[in-house]
């Protein structure tokens, strides 16, 4: 028995040391708080995947990638979807708590997620935020996502190049409206404000008008809700879109768009196709994120300006072999990651703690480089089809 489970450890080393590719450098001793479930119990160890939505594309491939991450390194995975609803999410959270999962991938739908993590914390499950922060917890220590101030900052840079900010003077200004992500999800804030580090000091200058509500950040929280699409649902930016055009933008013809992500960009693009303004496919310029499938076509073909290609298929990796790490009571080490510091430590900032945060590079995605996710892997085999 002592011989089998010497063999296990042995063999759960290697499969993480191969996963890492051989670059990471795991250290020894304490996790920093959470872990301790101990190298030999990793084989059976389940692992709760709590994934927030399936209506935005990503998270059915993020949830099947951690799933399939996990796997291979001998875990069992269950998967869940929360349907953007938080209670829902809690009792899929319960559930695997009663199944007994000793840790815990968390992409939240709002911060009502924080009474479930307690509830991990005080049955010692580790929990990873996966992509998402959570918001108002003090009971976890662990955060894994992309830089979503420079996912913000190409959103910024995509229309500065679009529409050619450098060169334009105020006598003939542009003109651009903004939309914002879920008000219930931290990501939201950081995109936008990232954006706008871009955006303001040609708004400042009066080279870009915008139309519509104009928070300046994320902090202006009264125009921010205002601009904010709730749960990321694409009939809510297409209503306000449509109530845009046939308002305050009714006399002007947009110059630019700033969507938050792909599934937005979309329903945004389409509601200014049924505008006689844009109907001709002059449209504006359009801004995303997460290089879905049909924004990338669309990119292809001209019609979506840019999005923002994030390796979700990377950070399932990554936060995977987070996880193992910190079963093993390893300090973590991940490779292709950066931990937060310095002005971007805030990004691990839940109010209560300053979680850790491990960074992936996100990628500016325009016509002229859209074959990168292609190559990356990104797209099923019937996307990958379609945009051939
Ligand atoms: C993610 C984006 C996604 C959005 C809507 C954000 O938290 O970072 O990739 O588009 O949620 O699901």
Request: hydrophobic share 40%.
């Amino acid at each position: 028995m002592k011989k089998l489970s010497m063999i296990l450890i042995v063999l759960v080393a290697i499969g993480s040391l191969g996963f890492a590719k051989g670059g990471s450098q795991p250290g020894a001793g304490a996790s920093g708080g959470q872990g301790g479930a101990g190298a030999s119990s990793a084989q059976s160890l389940l692992v709760g995947i709590a994934m927030p939505e399936t209506h935005v594309q990503r998270w059915q491939k993020d949830g099947a990638n951690l799933k399939a991450a996990l796997e291979r390194l001998g875990y069992r995975a269950e998967v869940a979807y929360g349907d953007a609803d938080q209670n829902r999410q809690n009792q899929q959270i319960q559930n695997f708590l009663t199944n007994g999962a000793k840790v815990l991938i968390v992409g939240n739908v709002n911060d009502g997620v924080s009474s479930a993590i307690t509830d991990a914390a005080q049955d010692q499950v580790v929990v990873i935020a996966y992509d998402r922060l959570i918001m108002n917890s003090a009971d976890y220590d662990y955060y894994i996502t992309f830089n979503n101030y420079k996912v913000g900052q190409f959103q910024g840079q995509g229309l500065e190049t679009a529409l050619k900010l450098k060169e334009a003077g105020a006598d003939a200004p542009k003109y651009i409206t903004l939309f914002a992500g879920s008000p219930t999800d931290n990501n939201a804030k950081f995109f936008f404000d990232g954006a706008m580090s871009v955006l303001n000091p040609y708004i400042k200058s009066g080279v870009l008008k915008v139309i519509g509500p104009y928070p300046e950040t994320s902090a202006d929280n009264a125009n921010f809700q205002r601009i904010a699409t709730e749960n990321w649902l694409a009939p809510v930016a297409k209503t306000r879109m449509e109530n845009l055009l046939n308002n305050d933008a009714a006399n002007v013809v947009l110059d630019g768009i700033l969507a938050p992500n792909d599934t937005l960009a979309r329903a945004i693009i389409e509601a200014c196709l049924s505008d006689a303004k844009y109907a001709d496919g002059k449209l504006p310029v359009v801004t995303g994120q997460d290089a879905e499938a049909d924004s990338v076509l669309s990119i292809k073909n001209g019609q979506q300006y840019m999005t923002v290609f994030k390796d979700t298929a990377k950070l399932a990796e990554a936060a995977v072999l987070l996880a193992d790490q910190i079963v093993k009571g390893q300090a973590p080490s991940i490779p292709g990651a950066t931990l937060a510091s310095g002005d971007l430590a805030s990004i691990g900032d839940t109010g209560k703690k300053r979680v850790k945060a491990y960074l992936l590079e996100p990628v500016i995605i325009t016509q002229s480089n859209w074959q990168v996710p292609l190559d990356a892997g990104h797209f099923t085999p019937d996307e990958a089809a379609r945009l051939k």
